[in-house]
């Protein structure tokens, strides 16, 4: 077979052929991923909700609070989890700009008394194998059970109470912070 | 197109004698930057291979249709669009995978290892050769991938597939995870793959 000469008519046909084509598919591929792209979301919500709360039988998802703060552009959400109608806890989304490349998106998840039960780390694009370690347990244990009312969250070289992550200060101190700010909003909020 | 390929040789030669990475040089974006730990160059080739195939398919299929003076944007849609598919893809179902891979997904469009291989190879060759030369590449590029990727996760943070196999507190070489350590593991290992194979082959 020949291949088609270039002439004019010939190439706006060809392309125009192709690019409808290409958009035709990607809208099908479109709609058959929507409903697993929301869900995949969604259920990496719920587990990090499940890591950060005591147990808990309501649907904190369903009863977000959206909190408008000027410390950070979107509003903070705020999960509260019931166990028998009682209040349990709640799991605050903390961020922080600071992060050695940029946003540091955590969840906090505080106990009624205010103390840090545990914490999930949502978003991040920290260096690989360096700010990557906040998502250890060897960082993150320094955490559990402590209250940010009498446990100081920057790290030990800006006079606070954190171990920071060899190599990674900043990481740590946007971390602190972060954590600092989910507490601010849980008690302003409680 | 009466040539007879030897598809034996056609598809060896994506793996050693025109490895896209370690010999011809190809696609350095994702080869660099993806490459932090084995798991991610691994999944960063076979989203490559995926798309390298599909796009070699439909390139050798609608060769005679492009007109030749437009054949590069027409190329470049076909590319594109395969490669939203996977990023919609890996969104959906392998999500852990997609957040790794971030901002390299969509670099894949330029990834001159599939332009390359759509203008040099599959427009000009038949339908099962070009398949074949995409898988050839495609696997040379995985491979290149994840012993690169290997290389630096030893390196620099003492694990291979994220199986640590030093102690929490070990001091590694820090360098190689971050991005002038891609390009010395990438020089020596190029050294190191001529060397062999212009031994073992030649």
Redesign the interface.
């Given at each position: 077979m020949r291949k088609k000469e270039s002439t004019f008519i010939n190439m706006v046909l060809s392309l125009m052929v192709i690019t409808i084509v290409a958009g035709f598919s990607l809208g099908f591929v479109n709609d058959l991923t929507k409903g697993p792209k929301a869900k995949a979301k969604l259920e990496r919500k719920i587990s990090a909700l499940k890591l950060v709360l005591p147990e808990f039988d309501n649907n904190p998802v369903a009863e977000k609070k959206l909190i408008k703060s000027d410390k950070v552009k979107d509003s903070i959400e705020i999960y509260t989890a019931l166990l028998n109608n009682e209040f349990v806890g709640s799991a605050v989304v903390g961020s922080s700009n600071k992060g050695f490349s940029g946003l540091i998106k955590i969840m906090v998840g505080f106990n009624p008394d205010g103390q840090i039960q545990n914490i999930a780390v949502l978003e991040q694009k920290e260096t690989p194998g360096l700010g990557t370690k906040m998502k250890d347990e060897k960082f993150l244990k320094q955490f559990r059970g402590k209250d940010p009312s009498s446990f100081n969250l920057k790290v030990t070289k800006d006079g606070g109470e954190v171990d920071a992550i060899t190599g990674s200060t900043i990481t740590s101190r946007a971390f602190g912070e972060a954590t600092q700010l989910a507490y601010d909003e849980f008690i302003k909020n409680k | 197109m009466t040539k007879n390929i030897d598809q034996k040789q056609n598809f060896l030669k994506g793996i050693i004698k025109e490895n896209p990475v370690f010999i011809m040089l190809l696609g350095m974006c994702p080869t660099l930057g993806v490459t932090?730990?084995a798991f991610?160059g691994l999944g960063m080739g076979v989203a490559t291979l995926f798309v390298l195939l599909m796009s070699n398919i439909v390139v050798s299929l609608?060769?005679?249709?492009?007109?030749?003076?437009?054949r590069i944007?027409?190329f470049i849609?076909?590319i594109?669009?395969f490669v939203?598919?996977v990023e919609?893809?890996l969104?959906?179902?392998i999500?852990f995978l997609y957040e790794q891979l971030?901002i390299f997904i969509p670099l894949i469009v330029v990834n001159c290892l599939i332009l390359g291989r759509a203008e040099s190879f599959a427009s000009k060759n038949n339908l099962w050769s070009s398949i074949v030369d995409a898988l050839g590449m495609g696997i040379g590029f995985i491979i290149a991938l994840t012993v690169l990727g290997a290389t630096r996760e030893i390196l620099?943070?003492g694990s291979i597939f994220e199986m640590k196999f030093v102690s929490?507190d070990a001091n590694?070489f820090?360098l190689f995870?971050?991005p002038p350590g891609a390009f010395i593991a990438l020089a020596y290992l190029s050294v190191l793959f001529n060397k062999i194979s212009i031994k073992t082959f030649s």
């Open positions: - | 932090s730990s991610n609608i060769k005679t249709q492009i007109p030749s003076k437009v944007p027409a849609i076909i594109a669009s939203t598919i919609m893809v969104e959906a179902f999500p971030g620099g943070s929490e590694t820090i995870i971050l």
